[in-house]
């Protein structure tokens, strides 16, 4: 095909390659568009939607050669806007992070700022507090770990038990969630970490179908499918935000009327911190001799065991560091949703903050937020696609790599280097 | 554990690791030559299982009553239309990435198989799809005094069909110009497009013949199962994703073996423990194997070289 379209003259190559687009797809949509399987009385009839066939066709011809000529005639022009995107100097992005934290510190305070839209963002804000922590695992460790969510779910049960059980309170329960959850991935960590990357990447996958099935049959400590309720709410040093608690209220303690917003408020205000907390250890700690070590074996590993590193204990750091903010994360969850259950901890959850990771440029703090903004915050928007949002979410995943295959903002460059080249950024993206 | 629970049970087993075998081989072999997880691979199994289903409705809906020919007929249905889609999928979603960072291929693929499961269930609905049987007769063997061993005669054709296949793809890999082409790019991409061999060709004709293998496995799954949804690849693709890893990813002989313990384990696990925890039966033999064998158990220990 390739050297058909080297002798024709363009726009007839493309027509070419349009029309064979089409032929594909129609061959694709004939027996799963094309057909439906009805359930009858007597057992599955067809219903035949032909048409459907037709229009698919069109639709991947029309696309396929607007494609080919946008990348003919309109692409060069638009080269020199793109590639301009990781271009951006460092400080601009420094200034930009801390604008960033400042808007969302002040934007509850926004007159548009109503109820759903500070939901929604505190669900983003979750996402971008565990796309920061598996980044200390992927983009600075540079550890495939595709069971993040494992630890996620650890952390929320690890609450739901902690306070139901021993009736501890949210804040002593975040720490123990985060060991807990650290204490797991030391668990797995240790025999696994020896392996390299892809099966590192198939052992987390099954580790995290573990913890899903375990929570799906022990019944008798997590209730299996029908998930715990009535997960105890967090308090602000001890005052509550519900209209009437054993304690004082929050709203009884500062004289306010009571509303349920304050606690939407408070819970946006906590995941925030949260949130702040870890993207300010994994910049800290890339400046401290653990970070770089990371670093340094994401780079070269062979290079730092000859040079007497032990790359079992240093990846270990990074898996458990990284598996205990999602243990954090997960308490938070817990204490938001009032109610988990195994199904919040899928394995579309671990591909999302994944692609989130990886989208937002492994290694970018600020592209993980865009990121997250980007996958989990519009589909929010756009609920009313409903039975689409899911298709549209994987297509998006596609056509995201295919524009941006390494992710949205770039920045991969080792932290110390000793002769700064500003030019080697995107060389070092192994 | 008696001797006529042991022989069923492996019966048993060597179906399921028949599907296993027959998926973990696209698996494997893309890994083998792009070194990727093609991770919509499970997804295309149950795009087979789809294509075969809706084949045999359309046959009983034209009149035809021969079930060995309805068999044939959508067999060779399955794993034409679902070839398509294992190229579609690598030309969409894998060529352009070819030579970008490892992790966009791979997210790639995550992408592409939540399209390819959300696609069928729009498509197709998501109530759970399920048919009569086709396949009837069973043979039963005395084993011992009062004890017996059944074998259906589907079980039997999914066996035999697939070592007929496995033979066959063997010998393709072995003995043919595109086989060659096959192992020479596995070695070295770069080299055997120096030499002549069209590197995108070989890879497009891998993933062709990765989704017509996991066609059949899904063709065999309803008939074996009858009953199919939308979800069906994602736990299938793991397990025989693990089964080719098991075997020593990269390795052809190594996916079928792997298969075949995977459906072992599978078979016995009920018979000895809880049900509900086989799957992690299944991973838990996969993270022992690699910790005591990384390479799998076929596999080439590989020498990195700095």
């Given at each position: 095909m390739a050297a058909a379209a080297r002798q024709l003259p363009p726009p007839v190559a493309m027509l070419r390659d349009a029309a064979l687009a089409a032929v594909v797809a129609a061959l694709l949509a004939i027996p799963l568009l094309g057909v439906r399987l009805v359930d009858n009385a007597s057992g599955l009839t067809l219903d035949s939607r032909l048409p459907l066939v037709l229009y698919a066709a069109a639709a991947v011809f029309a696309g396929r050669l607007l494609l080919s000529m946008g990348g003919r005639y309109v692409a060069p022009s638009l080269r020199g806007l793109t590639s301009s995107l990781p271009a951006m100097p460092r400080n601009s992005l420094i200034v930009f992070g801390w604008l960033l934290a400042l808007a969302a510190l002040l934007l509850p305070w926004m007159p548009f700022a109503e109820r759903s839209l500070i939901d929604k963002l505190t669900l983003i804000l979750i996402y971008v507090m565990l796309g920061w922590g598996l980044n200390i695992v992927v983009g600075l460790a540079g550890l495939l770990d595709l069971g993040y969510v494992a630890f996620y779910a650890i952390g929320a049960y690890a609450y739901a038990l902690f306070s139901m059980h021993f009736g501890l309170s949210f804040w002593i329960c975040l720490p123990l969630a985060g060991l807990m959850a650290a204490l797991f991935g030391i668990a797995l960590g240790?025999?696994?970490?020896?392996?390299?990357g892809d099966y590192l990447a198939i052992v987390t996958l099954g580790f995290g179908e573990i913890i899903r099935v375990v929570l799906l049959n022990w019944q008798a400590v997590t209730n299996g499918p029908n998930g715990i309720t009535g997960i105890e709410r967090p308090t602000l040093f001890g005052l509550s935000?519900?209209?009437?608690?054993d304690g004082p209220t929050f709203a009884d303690f500062f004289g306010i009327e009571y509303s349920p917003v304050q606690r939407v408020y408070f819970l946006y205000y906590l995941i925030l911190a949260l949130a702040l907390l870890t993207t300010a250890f994994a910049q800290r700690i890339r400046r401290l001799p653990t970070g770089r070590a990371w670093e340094a074996l994401r780079e070269d590993e062979i290079a730092c065991r000859s040079l007497g590193m032990n790359p079992v204990t240093v990846k270990l750091s990074a898996f458990a560091i990284g598996a205990s903010f999602a243990g954090l994360a997960g308490s938070f969850f817990a204490t938001r949703q009032g109610f988990i259950s195994p199904?919040?901890?899928?394995?579309i959850e671990s591909a999302t903050i994944l692609a989130i990771v990886v989208l937002g440029g492994m290694g970018s703090q600020i592209g993980i937020v865009l990121a997250a903004v980007l996958l989990v915050g519009l589909p929010e928007w756009f609920r009313d696609l409903s039975e689409y949002r899911m298709l549209v979410f994987g297509g998006a995943m596609v056509v995201i790599m295919l524009w941006r295959p390494q992710g949205l903002l770039s920045r991969r460059e080792p932290t110390i280097l000793l002769d700064p080249k500003p030019a080697r950024a995107e060389a070092t993206v192994p | 554990m008696t001797i006529d629970i042991f022989l069923q049970q492996l019966v048993n087993g060597l179906t399921l690791g028949a599907f296993y075998g027959l998926i973990a081989l696209g698996y494997t072999m893309v890994y083998g030559i792009i070194g990727m997880i093609n991770f919509a691979h499970g997804d295309v199994y149950m795009i087979g299982a789809f294509v075969a289903l809706i084949g045999f409705v359309v046959l009983s809906t034209v009149g035809v009553v021969s079930v060995p020919l309805a068999i044939l007929v959508v067999l060779i249905m399955a794993m034409f239309f679902t070839a398509c889609y294992g190229w579609a999928v690598e030309r969409i979603a894998y060529r352009p990435l070819r030579g970008s960072p490892r992790l966009a291929p791979l997210i790639s693929a995550i992408g592409m198989s939540i399209v390819l499961q959300n696609y069928v269930q729009i498509a197709q609905g998501a109530r759970t799809k399920s048919i009569q049987p086709i396949v009837h007769g069973q043979y039963s063997f005395e084993v011992g005094p009062g004890a017996h061993v059944t074998i259906s005669l589907l079980q039997i054709v999914i066996i035999v069909l697939t070592v007929v296949l496995m033979a066959g793809f063997t010998w393709v890999i072995r003995s043919t110009s595109l086989g060659r082409a096959q192992r020479a790019t596995e070695q070295d991409a770069t080299m055997a497009a120096l030499l002549g061999v069209n590197v995108n060709r070989t890879i497009s004709i891998t993933f062709v013949i990765g989704a017509s293998l996991a066609a059949v496995a899904g063709m065999m799954a309803t008939l074996y199962y009858g009953v199919i949804d939308f979800y069906i690849g994602f736990i299938a693709g793991i397990k025989a994703f693990t089964a080719a890893v098991l075997g020593g990813i990269g390795s052809l002989p190594g996916a079928m073996l792997g298969g075949l313990i995977i459906g072992l384990i599978e078979s016995f696990w009920p018979v000895f423990f809880d049900l509900a925890y086989r799957d992690v039966a299944v991973f838990g033999v996969l993270i022992l194997v690699l910790i005591f064998?990384?390479?799998?158990?076929l596999g080439r220990p590989e020498i990195e070289k700095v």
């Amino acid at each position: 095909m390739a050297a058909a379209a080297r002798q024709l003259p363009p726009p007839v190559a493309m027509l070419r390659d349009a029309a064979l687009a089409a032929v594909v797809a129609a061959l694709l949509a004939i027996p799963l568009l094309g057909v439906r399987l009805v359930d009858n009385a007597s057992g599955l009839t067809l219903d035949s939607r032909l048409p459907l066939v037709l229009y698919a066709a069109a639709a991947v011809f029309a696309g396929r050669l607007l494609l080919s000529m946008g990348g003919r005639y309109v692409a060069p022009s638009l080269r020199g806007l793109t590639s301009s995107l990781p271009a951006m100097p460092r400080n601009s992005l420094i200034v930009f992070g801390w604008l960033l934290a400042l808007a969302a510190l002040l934007l509850p305070w926004m007159p548009f700022a109503e109820r759903s839209l500070i939901d929604k963002l505190t669900l983003i804000l979750i996402y971008v507090m565990l796309g920061w922590g598996l980044n200390i695992v992927v983009g600075l460790a540079g550890l495939l770990d595709l069971g993040y969510v494992a630890f996620y779910a650890i952390g929320a049960y690890a609450y739901a038990l902690f306070s139901m059980h021993f009736g501890l309170s949210f804040w002593i329960c975040l720490p123990l969630a985060g060991l807990m959850a650290a204490l797991f991935g030391i668990a797995l960590g240790f025999p696994v970490l020896r392996l390299r990357g892809d099966y590192l990447a198939i052992v987390t996958l099954g580790f995290g179908e573990i913890i899903r099935v375990v929570l799906l049959n022990w019944q008798a400590v997590t209730n299996g499918p029908n998930g715990i309720t009535g997960i105890e709410r967090p308090t602000l040093f001890g005052l509550s935000f519900s209209r009437s608690a054993d304690g004082p209220t929050f709203a009884d303690f500062f004289g306010i009327e009571y509303s349920p917003v304050q606690r939407v408020y408070f819970l946006y205000y906590l995941i925030l911190a949260l949130a702040l907390l870890t993207t300010a250890f994994a910049q800290r700690i890339r400046r401290l001799p653990t970070g770089r070590a990371w670093e340094a074996l994401r780079e070269d590993e062979i290079a730092c065991r000859s040079l007497g590193m032990n790359p079992v204990t240093v990846k270990l750091s990074a898996f458990a560091i990284g598996a205990s903010f999602a243990g954090l994360a997960g308490s938070f969850f817990a204490t938001r949703q009032g109610f988990i259950s195994p199904e919040s901890f899928s394995f579309i959850e671990s591909a999302t903050i994944l692609a989130i990771v990886v989208l937002g440029g492994m290694g970018s703090q600020i592209g993980i937020v865009l990121a997250a903004v980007l996958l989990v915050g519009l589909p929010e928007w756009f609920r009313d696609l409903s039975e689409y949002r899911m298709l549209v979410f994987g297509g998006a995943m596609v056509v995201i790599m295919l524009w941006r295959p390494q992710g949205l903002l770039s920045r991969r460059e080792p932290t110390i280097l000793l002769d700064p080249k500003p030019a080697r950024a995107e060389a070092t993206v192994p | 554990m008696t001797i006529d629970i042991f022989l069923q049970q492996l019966v048993n087993g060597l179906t399921l690791g028949a599907f296993y075998g027959l998926i973990a081989l696209g698996y494997t072999m893309v890994y083998g030559i792009i070194g990727m997880i093609n991770f919509a691979h499970g997804d295309v199994y149950m795009i087979g299982a789809f294509v075969a289903l809706i084949g045999f409705v359309v046959l009983s809906t034209v009149g035809v009553v021969s079930v060995p020919l309805a068999i044939l007929v959508v067999l060779i249905m399955a794993m034409f239309f679902t070839a398509c889609y294992g190229w579609a999928v690598e030309r969409i979603a894998y060529r352009p990435l070819r030579g970008s960072p490892r992790l966009a291929p791979l997210i790639s693929a995550i992408g592409m198989s939540i399209v390819l499961q959300n696609y069928v269930q729009i498509a197709q609905g998501a109530r759970t799809k399920s048919i009569q049987p086709i396949v009837h007769g069973q043979y039963s063997f005395e084993v011992g005094p009062g004890a017996h061993v059944t074998i259906s005669l589907l079980q039997i054709v999914i066996i035999v069909l697939t070592v007929v296949l496995m033979a066959g793809f063997t010998w393709v890999i072995r003995s043919t110009s595109l086989g060659r082409a096959q192992r020479a790019t596995e070695q070295d991409a770069t080299m055997a497009a120096l030499l002549g061999v069209n590197v995108n060709r070989t890879i497009s004709i891998t993933f062709v013949i990765g989704a017509s293998l996991a066609a059949v496995a899904g063709m065999m799954a309803t008939l074996y199962y009858g009953v199919i949804d939308f979800y069906i690849g994602f736990i299938a693709g793991i397990k025989a994703f693990t089964a080719a890893v098991l075997g020593g990813i990269g390795s052809l002989p190594g996916a079928m073996l792997g298969g075949l313990i995977i459906g072992l384990i599978e078979s016995f696990w009920p018979v000895f423990f809880d049900l509900a925890y086989r799957d992690v039966a299944v991973f838990g033999v996969l993270i022992l194997v690699l910790i005591f064998r990384p390479t799998g158990l076929l596999g080439r220990p590989e020498i990195e070289k700095v």
